[in-house]
């Protein structure tokens, strides 16, 4: 079992910036990807970014060059710099890790553990 923890959501106006953190717990040394999704209201869940444990990333195409994750592993946290922001990308982001490699990983379907989501805001 892993445990995810959302914080640094908030509101800020377009071409801000905002920092989200997820600090995971429990069976942390079995994770192998950790990501970040969003669900913006009436629409799907997305992938935004994830992150493997050697490093290796994907990025969305709506985030890249604006949006970088990141790890922490000697403290197990995620994060999410996001830069450049637009109303856009108004949604709840969502942490989640799995611990099974995948050939499509960013993908709602394919993680396990989920965080309670952080709300961002972005007014134009």
């Known amino acids: 079992q892993v445990q995810l923890v959302e914080s640094g959501g908030g509101s800020v106006q377009a071409g801000g910036s905002l920092r989200l953190s997820c600090a995971a717990s429990?069976?942390?040394?079995?994770?192998?990807?950790m990501a970040w999704f969003r669900q913006a209201p009436g629409k799907e869940r997305e992938g935004v970014a994830l992150i493997n444990t050697r490093g290796g990333t994907i990025y969305a195409d709506s985030v890249k060059g604006r949006f970088t994750i990141s790890q922490d592993n000697d403290k197990n946290i995620l994060y999410l710099q996001m830069n450049s922001l637009q109303p856009e990308d108004t949604a709840i982001y969502y942490c989640?890790?799995?611990?099974?490699?995948?050939?499509?990983?960013?993908?709602?379907?394919?993680?396990?553990?989920w965080g309670q989501g952080t709300e961002v805001t972005v007014s134009s």
């Open positions: 429990g069976d942390t040394n079995k994770i192998y990807y």
């Open positions: 989640a890790s799995d611990p099974a490699w995948s050939l499509s990983p960013l993908r709602p379907s394919k993680f396990r553990y």
